[in-house]
């Protein structure tokens, strides 16, 4: 099972309060310089739904981050049940890309229920077009509140697809080499005494 970077952000937090105390006053000339995820050893983990925004994610992000995608291809989007392994892989995401317009209300409701507080859930389709600009049509009645999810046939729409998932990777990317979590978290509580790791576990419980 893959392990999601942000818990590492809130037992990073709760070092710093910690370490103030008890390592601060000590040196260490073996600490390493290097930052971010990779510096870790640690990839960001990526969760999407359907096959195309995988695709999509994968052509975009390469081999930077680990991608696990939810929905297989060839898979009915509008009826698929999420399995548990599906709640494995959201509890562990660092970010997560679904469709939207209202295409996998089961799926995105286990999200909410079992990702890590704080981490992205990016809408992608609610976020190229504006409900004004929502599409009905046979399939997809109005009278039944539910517009047509499937933008990413458009080439222009996937395209902002991609755009959209580029602009929120960088950022993601950034977060974490700015704060150099990943590493600094499993350094910093590699100093720790144990009575001082119980009370960090204790507390990174009681944020997550």
């Not at 601060?24 to 600490?31: I, L, P, Q």
Request: net charge negative.
């Amino acid at each position: 099972m893959r392990t999601s970077l942000r818990p590492l952000v809130a037992r990073s937090a709760a070092v710093v309060a910690l370490v103030l105390g008890t390592a601060s006053c000590r040196s260490d000339s073996s600490a390493s310089s290097s930052s971010g995820p990779a510096a870790a050893g640690v990839r960001l983990h990526v969760v999407t739904t359907i096959a195309p925004i995988t695709s999509i994610a994968a052509a975009v992000i390469g081999d930077n981050a680990a991608i696990t995608g939810l929905v297989p291809e060839g898979t009915n989007s509008h009826t698929f049940a999420p399995r548990p392994s599906d709640a494995e892989a959201l509890e562990s995401a660092d970010i997560v890309f679904i469709n939207g317009l209202q295409l996998e209300g089961p799926t995105k409701e286990l999200a909410g229920e079992v990702t890590t507080a704080g981490t992205p859930m990016i809408e992608l389709a609610d976020e190229t077009v504006p409900e004004d600009d929502w599409i009905y049509d046979l399939s997809f009645p109005e009278e039944e509140g539910k517009p047509n999810p499937h933008l990413w046939t458009s080439p222009p729409m996937a395209e902002r697809f991609a755009e959209i998932i580029r602009d929120e990777m960088l950022e993601l990317d950034r977060f974490f080499r700015r704060m150099n979590f990943g590493l600094g978290a499993q350094e910093q509580s590699a100093r720790l005494s144990p009575d001082h790791l119980r009370l960090l576990e204790a507390y990174c419980e009681g944020v997550n």
